[in-house]
C-alpha cells in the first residue's frame, strides 16, 4: 500500500527552492488574477478598492514575474512587487523588466514564512496564485495572516487553491505518478517516467467508464493543453506537497484569521448558474447561506480549483448587483455565437454550454459585445442597447446573470486592442518582446500561443513602422517555406494570420502603449 507520506509531507523550504530553481514554473499572466477584474468583482459586491491605475499590488509566489509584468506595463503609476523563494525565478524576472525598462515592478527573493513587517507594506492588492495549496501548513497560515496585517483598509486579496471534491480522483493519478517514479531522483528523469507511463496506460475505446482511464485521458488532455507540461507534471503531480481542501475548510481558515470571502475570481466556475435547471433549483430552495450553496455546486460539479477573493471581515458586503456599482465597469464578452438550426441567436460560453437570450435589449447588447470581441465595450454604453424600458436595476440583474454564466467578464478598465487591421498594424512592446519565446500576453492578460514561426517574425515586426506590404516581403526574405507559395498566398497568409492576432487581442494602436 502507497504510504500517506507520499502525498501528505510538508515540504521543506530548501526542497521547494531546488525544485523551482531546476524547473522553473511557466513564467505566464493568469487572467484571473489581474487587479482590473479583481476590481470589478470588489466593486460589485460593494468593496471599493484603489483603482488599478494607481495603487500598490503585491503577488507571493510571483515565480518570475510574468503576472506582474504585462500589469506594471498597463498601469505605470501603480507599484507592483513580487516575492518569490526562488532565485533563479527572480532572476529571470529581473532581467525581462529591465530589458523592457520597467521601474514599477521590484522582484524579490524570500520565504513567505520569513517575511516580517518591516520587509512588507500595506497593499491594496495581494495575489496568491498557485502557491497556497502547495506549501506548508505553516506557510499557509502565513499567507492569511500577511493578507489580513498587509492590505488597505478596502483592499482585496486573491488566493487560489486545489480543492476537493475534484482533487479526490486527482489524487489517485498523483499517487500513482509518485508510486511509479517513487525510486526515481532526478526531476527531469521523473517526469519522463512520469510521461511514459501516461502514454503507456490502456485508455481504450472500449474502457470508456473504467474511472482511470477518464483521470488518464483528462490529464493527457491537459499536458497537451499546457504551456510547459514538464513544469506542471512535476509541481503539481509530482511534488511532494499538494493539499486541496473542501470551499468550505477553506473559509473556516479565512474567518479564523480575520478575512472575509468576497466572491469567486471567475464567478462562472463556480456559480450556481452553472448547474442544471434541477439542481440549481434544488439548492438555491434548499440552502440559502451562499458559501453552502457554494460548497453544493462544488460537489454537484466535482470543482478541483477555487480561486477566492477576501477582503477584511469587517467590511459589510452587497449581495445583489446594482446598477450605481456596475456603471463605471467595462464589459468583454467570453461568449460566442453558436449555429442554431432555427436560425434564432445562440451563444456557446466560455466553458462551452450553449445558451440564447430571450430578451430582445440583452440578446443586442450580446451581439455587440461579441462583434467586439475581444474589445471592451462601457456598461454606460451598452446600457442604452438594452432599451427604456428595462429598469436600472433589472439591466444590472440582466449583465449580471451573463457574468455568472461566464459569457461576459467585467473590468474596471477597459482591454486595449483593436480588431482592424492598421496600414501600419501595431503590438505591445511585451508582446514584441514575448514572442520569441512562443507565448505571449494578450491585451486581456490571457497568455496565447504563437501557432508557428511566421507568426512569431511577424509580431516582432510589429512596431508599428511596417506597412503590410513591406510586412510581407520582410517575411518572404526571412520564411523558406517547404514548397512554392505565389504572391497572392502570401498575401493571404499574412493578412489571415494579422486578423488571428488580432482577434485573440495581440494588435492595438500605438497611441494606447503608455510610454516607457
Ligand atoms: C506553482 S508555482 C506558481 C507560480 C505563479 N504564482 C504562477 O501561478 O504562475 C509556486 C511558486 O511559489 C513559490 N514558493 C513556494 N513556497 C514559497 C515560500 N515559502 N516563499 C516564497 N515563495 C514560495 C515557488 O518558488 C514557486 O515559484
Redesign the pocket.
Same mark, same amino acid.
Given at each position: 500500500m502507497i504510504e500517506r507520506r507520499l502525498t501528505h509531507s510538508d515540504p521543506t523550504?530548501n526542497d521547494?527552492?531546488k525544485s523551482?530553481d531546476e524547473i522553473p514554473?511557466?513564467n505566464?499572466a493568469?487572467p484571473f488574477t489581474h487587479i482590473s477584474r479583481v476590481a470589478a468583482i470588489g466593486r460589485l459586491r460593494g468593496v471599493t478598492p484603489a483603482s488599478p491605475g494607481g495603487c500598490q499590488v503585491l503577488e507571493?509566489?510571483?515565480?518570475a514575474g510574468g503576472?506582474l509584468l504585462p500589469m506594471a506595463l498597463q498601469f505605470h503609476e501603480s507599484r507592483f512587487v513580487g516575492?518569490?523563494?526562488?532565485p533563479v525565478?527572480i532572476n529571470m524576472g529581473r532581467e525581462m523588466a529591465a530589458d523592457l525598462s520597467v521601474t514599477n515592478l521590484e522582484l524579490r527573493t524570500?520565504?513567505?514564512?520569513e517575511l516580517g513587517d518591516g520587509d512588507l507594506e500595506r497593499y491594496d492588492y495581494i495575489i496568491v %496564485?498557485?502557491?497556497y495549496s502547495?506549501?506548508s501548513s505553516e506557510?499557509r497560515e502565513k499567507i492569511l495572516s500577511i493578507c489580513r496585517d498587509h492590505l488597505h483598509e478596502n483592499g482585496l486579496a486573491y488566493v487560489s487553491y486545489n480543492c476537493f471534491p475534484g482533487w479526490h480522483g486527482k489524487q489517485a493519478l498523483r499517487e500513482m505518478l509518485r508510486y511509479h517514479t517513487r525510486r526515481i531522483d532526478d526531476p527531469r528523469k521523473k517526469v519522463k517516467a512520469a510521461l511514459a507511463l501516461l502514454t503507456a496506460f490502456p485508455t481504450s475505446a472500449d474502457l470508456p467508464d473504467d474511472p482511470a482511464t477518464t483521470l488518464v485521458q483528462r490529464l493527457r488532455h491537459d499536458l497537451e493543453n499546457i504551456d510547459d507540461p514538464v513544469a506542471y507534471l512535476v %509541481?503539481e503531480y509530482l511534488v511532494d506537497a499538494n493539499e486541496p481542501l473542501y470551499f468550505r475548510e477553506f473559509l473556516d481558515r479565512v474567518e479564523a484569521s480575520g478575512l472575509r470571502y468576497v466572491d469567486d475570481a471567475f464567478p462562472g466556475s463556480t456559480a450556481l448558474d452553472r448547474l442544471a435547471p434541477a439542481p440549481r433549483q434544488w439548492i438555491s430552495e434548499t440552502f440559502t447561506d451562499d458559501s453552502e450553496q457554494q460548497q453544493y455546486v462544488d460537489y454537484f460539479c466535482n470543482v478541483s480549483f477555487r480561486r477566492s477573493l477576501l477582503c477584511h471581515s469587517c467590511l459589510p458586503l452587497e449581495h445583489d448587483v446594482t446598477f450605481d456599482r456596475l456603471q463605471p465597469l467595462y464589459v468583454t464578452a467570453t461568449c460566442c455565437r453558436e449555429d442554431s438550426e432555427d436560425g434564432a441567436p445562440r451563444f456557446r460560453n466560455d466553458p462551452g454550454r450553449r445558451f440564447s437570450v430571450e430578451h430582445p435589449g440583452l440578446q443586442n447588447a450580446l451581439e455587440r459585445l461579441v462583434d467586439a470581441r475581444p474589445a471592451s465595450i462601457s456598461v454606460a454604453q451598452l446600457r442604452d442597447v438594452l432599451g427604456n424600458d428595462v429598469a436600472d436595476d433589472e439591466a444590472a440583474a440582466m449583465f449580471d446573470s451573463l457574468f455568472r454564466n461566464a459569457s461576459v467578464e467585467f473590468t474596471s478598465h477597459p482591454f486595449c486592442c483593436t480588431l482592424d487591421i492598421d496600414e501600419r498594424p501595431y503590438a505591445s512592446r511585451l508582446v514584441r518582446y514575448q514572442s520569441a519565446a512562443g507565448t505571449v500576453t494578450s491585451a486581456a492578460h490571457r497568455p496565447v500561443g504563437l501557432s508557428n514561426t511566421l507568426e512569431k517574425y511577424l509580431l516582432q515586426l510589429l512596431d508599428g513602422t511596417h506597412t503590410v506590404r513591406q510586412l510581407i516581403t520582410s517575411l518572404r526574405q526571412r520564411l523558406t517555406p517547404d514548397k512554392p507559395i505565389t504572391d497572392a498566398q502570401w498575401d493571404a497568409l499574412v493578412r489571415g494570420h494579422l486578423s488571428r492576432l488580432a482577434n485573440v487581442g495581440l494588435l492595438r494602436s500605438p497611441e494606447s502603449e503608455p510610454l516607457p
Open positions: 523550504t521547494l527552492r523551482y514554473y511557466p505566464i493568469t507571493l509566489g510571483c515565480a503576472n516575492i518569490d523563494l526562488s525565478q524570500g520565504d513567505i514564512l %496564485h498557485g502557491v502547495w506549501v506557510v %509541481h
